[in-house]
């Protein structure tokens, strides 16, 4: 290329004059246009470990079918069980083994002659023990004929004692001492609902509720002191009033043991309330 000295014009063939007027020029090697090179592109994390997760998916596959190509030869035989030989037993002759002889030999009783006097029991002619047989000897006499004359056999005394009859002593009843006749005015009952009504007044709270209204409220107490059978016998029109007297119920679930003249009779609370004064009353 040749450039223009004065105006820097440039002309790919060498002209006589440039456009100026000017016939000096500057020659000039074409420069050639260079390609781009390539960017390297890097992988991401998340690129690598999906390419390493299909890898070694592709791996196990390989050898999931590599173990089924692979015949296998067992030279181990199934162990069969032998069924034991049959042996025929031989029937034995009956007549070798059968036996006539009896097991039991049955003995004659010998009865004897009783007689009982109260609880006593006298047995004659009962077969002389060798004693009883030598003093039979000594009192033998001999008559004129040669005959022996015995005595008669003495008699052998057994005692029968009578059978006790066992009779089971009765065991005495305990008897529980009178329960007290349940009073509602008396001053163990007075003071037990005095100190109800002050537990409950304490989740009483009076002044939330505006305007008037009376409403009634009945209970019952068990032995360990909780409080049952808990309703209303009479609403009020006020709705704040029964809310209050609802939450003042629910607050005090159980209170100390009633007497004992108590007997789960039930307690009932009269709630009266104007403009911010109050009456209540537990009968």
């Known amino acids: 290329m040749y450039r223009c000295r004065e105006c820097k014009a440039e002309y790919k063939n060498k002209v006589e004059y440039c456009d100026c007027g000017n016939n000096t020029f500057d020659y000039i090697e074409e420069e050639i246009p260079l390609k781009p090179q390539k960017q390297k592109k890097y992988m991401t994390l998340e690129e690598k470990s999906e390419l390493i997760s299909k890898l070694f998916f592709g791996l196990?596959?390989?050898?999931?079918t590599l173990v089924w190509l692979i015949p296998?030869?067992?030279?181990?035989?199934?162990?069969?069980?032998?069924?034991?030989?049959?042996?025929?037993?031989?029937?034995?002759?009956?007549?070798?083994?059968?036996?006539?002889?009896?097991?039991?030999?049955?003995?004659?009783?010998?009865?004897?002659n009783t007689k009982s006097v109260n609880s006593y029991t006298y047995l004659a002619d009962r077969p002389a023990t060798s004693a009883s047989k030598q003093s039979k000897n000594n009192t033998v006499k001999k008559n004129s004929s040669n005959q022996a004359v015995s005595k008669p056999a003495a008699?052998?005394?057994?005692?029968?004692?009578?059978?006790?009859?066992?009779?089971?002593?009765?065991?005495?009843?305990?008897?529980?001492?009178?329960?007290?006749?349940?009073?509602?005015?008396?001053?163990?009952?007075?003071?037990?609902?005095?100190?109800?009504?002050?537990?409950?007044?304490?989740?009483?709270?009076?002044?939330?509720?505006?305007?008037?209204?009376?409403?009634e409220i009945s209970f019952s107490v068990d032995k360990t002191g909780k409080l049952v059978n808990r309703k209303f016998t009479r609403e009020s029109d006020n709705?704040?009033?029964?809310?209050?007297?609802?939450?003042?119920?629910?607050?005090?679930?159980?209170?100390?043991?009633?007497?004992?003249?108590?007997?789960?009779?039930?307690?009932?609370?009269?709630?009266?309330?104007?403009?911010?004064?109050?009456?209540?009353?537990?009968?």
Do not use: H
């Open 60 to 64: 196990c596959l390989i050898i999931s």
């Open 72 to 112: 296998v030869k067992s030279d181990v035989k199934p162990a069969v069980k032998q069924k034991p030989p049959v042996t025929k037993q031989k029937i034995p002759d009956i007549n070798k083994i059968w036996d006539d002889t009896p097991i039991y030999q049955s003995q004659p009783q010998q009865t004897y």
């Open 155 to 215: 008699y052998e005394i057994v005692y029968n004692p009578p059978p006790v009859s066992k009779k089971k002593e009765a065991t005495p009843k305990r008897t529980e001492p009178p329960k007290p006749l349940y009073n509602p005015n008396s001053p163990q009952m007075l003071k037990y609902k005095g100190d109800l009504r002050a537990a409950l007044f304490s989740k009483f709270a009076a002044g939330s509720i505006p305007g008037s209204g009376s409403c």
């Open 239 to 283: 709705k704040t009033l029964n809310d209050v007297v609802y939450y003042m119920l629910m607050s005090v679930p159980k209170y100390l043991p009633p007497p004992a003249e108590y007997n789960g009779q039930t307690i009932k609370m009269k709630f009266f309330i104007n403009n911010g004064s109050y009456e209540i009353t537990i009968n």
